[in-house]
């Protein structure tokens, strides 16, 4: 497991530069890790490559018990996205659209939004007009934290932070 925090190095999408992300390389099985404070955005565009199994926990704490969302992209061999509240539970939605599965020769782009009780999830970018992935709790949670962990069988990075939505990246 290893995050790392390159501030210096740059990154060319589509001819625009970056010098602000985080890389987040995750072995297969790696327990939750990287909490980023997430308390005063609302959305977050996630890079991801991998084979299967990238798994994204939204938390009102630090504290793996305080897990509001639990984000499985690529799930059953990269055949379903979907959301949950538990680890190991049955997704409140999910998706076997290829838009929100992963790619294991390029990084795939997942627009991550969140608003009182609701998560959305987005492939692409926001401003895609493709499909949503949307579920509510019926309960009052606040979304502070988000961190990364891996299924047992599948390594995946993570590129967060990017100042720009565009849709090509190359590390």
């Known amino acids: 497991m290893a995050v790392l925090r390159w501030p210096r190095i740059i990154f060319v999408i589509y001819g625009d530069c970056l010098s602000r992300c985080d890389v987040i390389d995750l072995g297969a099985g790696s327990p939750y890790t990287g909490f980023r404070n997430i308390q005063n955005q609302e959305s977050e565009l996630v890079w991801m ?16 018990s305080s897990l509001v969302f639990e984000l499985l ?12 509240v538990a680890t190991w539970a049955n997704f409140k939605t999910s998706s076997s659209d290829g ?60 590129v967060v932070n990017l100042s720009c939505s565009k849709t090509n990246i190359s590390i």
């Open 49 to 64: 490559k991998g084979r299967q199994d990238a798994i994204i926990g939204l938390f009102e704490s630090t504290n793996i």
């Open 73 to 84: 992209i690529g799930g059953f061999h990269n055949s379903r996205t979907g959301v949950r």
């Open 99 to 158: 838009q929100f599965l992963l790619n294991h020769n390029q990084y795939t782009s997942l627009w991550i939004k969140w608003r009182s009780s609701t998560v959305y999830l987005k492939p692409g970018t926001m401003d895609n007009n493709g499909p949503v992935l949307k579920w509510t709790r019926d309960d009052i949670v606040s979304v502070r934290y988000m961190a990364f962990r891996t299924g047992t069988t599948s390594a995946v990075k993570y």
